[in-house]
């Protein structure tokens, strides 16, 4: 099963709201990731998670909060976006623990900041 | 700074024609990944190219890395419409940082 799972599928939100973005996966793979990808655009990497603590964050503004519980799950935590924040985030997830194996990713999730 | 160019950025070509992407990277690694984005939808791994000389196949897309150049070939054979997507290459320079190309657009016409 090379499943990564994400919800939800879209998300409408105003600047003043809080949301949370989640994704899953069941392969026992021990580094995830959060990027963002604007349209016609490459992803663009956010955080990445190794053996469940940050190991990488990319200068992300303090609006975007990540989490991950336990090895199968992260968190995105979103507070007081912009509208230039409107895209589509992809949550990813590879072996590990070098974290040079490749990459799987879930459906994404479509974020509009009204 | 790494840098991951592709080109063509677009590419429109008939079915049953052969083609080539190129994807060239400014610094060392030994693994480069290629990726295809249907339109709103998400990243499916499609090769991933782990030493010098490496050449993989899936139907009709052949992939080949040559890290002395720091090139790597994503050759399309006989192009058919459901080929039509993005296609990114991404390296990692060892990092834990994937690095994208810009993504090439390929559009397959009847």
């Known amino acids: 099963d090379t499943e990564v799972t994400q919800t939800p599928k879209h998300l409408v939100m105003g600047m003043t709201n809080k949301k949370s973005l989640k994704c899953e996966q069941h392969?026992?793979?021990?580094?995830m990731y959060w990027y963002k990808q604007k349209a016609k655009k490459p992803p663009e990497l956010m955080f990445v998670?190794?053996?469940?603590?940050?190991?990488i964050n990319e200068s992300v503004p303090s609006r975007f909060s990540p989490e991950c519980p336990n090895s199968s799950l992260l968190n995105l935590h979103l507070h007081a976006l912009q509208p230039e924040d409107s895209a589509l985030y992809l949550c990813?997830?590879?072996?590990?623990?070098?974290?040079?194996?490749?990459?799987?990713f879930g459906p994404g999730t479509r974020l509009l900041v009204l | 700074e790494l840098k991951v160019e592709q080109n063509p950025l677009f590419l429109s070509m008939q079915e049953g024609k052969n083609y080539t992407i190129y994807c060239n990277y400014s610094t060392t690694s030994d693994r480069l990944y290629w990726y295809r984005q249907d339109p709103g939808k998400s990243l499916e791994s499609l090769f991933v190219l782990l030493s010098n000389g490496a050449v993989k196949q899936e139907g009709r897309l052949m992939a080949s890395l040559d890290t002395k150049a720091r090139l790597s070939t994503l050759h399309i054979t006989a192009a058919v419409h459901d080929l039509s997507a993005t296609y990114f290459c991404?390296?990692?320079?060892?990092?834990?940082?994937?690095?994208f190309g810009q993504g090439t657009t390929l559009q397959v016409k009847p």
């Open positions: 990813a997830s590879s072996q590990g623990p070098t974290i040079q194996e490749t990459q799987y």
């Open positions: 998670y190794s053996y469940e603590k940050l190991s």
């Open positions: 991404a390296v990692d320079p060892n990092t834990g940082k994937l690095i």
């Open positions: 392969m026992g793979h021990r580094a």
